[in-house]
């Protein structure tokens, strides 16, 4: 059974998670198997736009992907490179006012 939640007066799916495991599964179904996007998803109870994403994840992670289209591995580097650059920014921001901090002080 779906739990549904009310949401700006539509039912809606609340989140659901799943095991990498039952992911890469439904994914061989499709690259694998042959069958569609669509009937994959709805013999698992997915939806059709979040199972595509996994589709063409799981494609870009095998280098089958169209140009621009980031693999995991390339996808965790820059999230990383991403909170690496906001946190040396804000160092950096902190550094600035303590310098003016400190040269007011001298004068």
Wanted: proline content about 2%; overall charge positive.
């Amino acid at each position: 059974m779906v739990s549904m939640v009310q949401k700006n007066n539509r039912l809606q799916r609340s989140r659901r998670s799943f095991s990498d495991e039952f992911r890469a599964q439904a994914v061989r179904l499709v690259l694998d198997e042959g069958k569609t996007i669509t009937e994959v998803a709805r013999d698992l109870d997915l939806t059709p736009s979040a199972f595509r994403k996994w589709v063409e994840q799981a494609k870009a992670d095998q280098g089958k992907a169209p140009a621009g289209v980031l693999t995991s591995t390339e996808r965790d580097e820059l999230s990383k490179l991403r909170k690496e650059n906001r946190e040396l920014r804000m160092e950096r921001e902190i550094l600035k006012k303590a310098a003016a901090f400190f040269a007011k002080e001298n004068n």
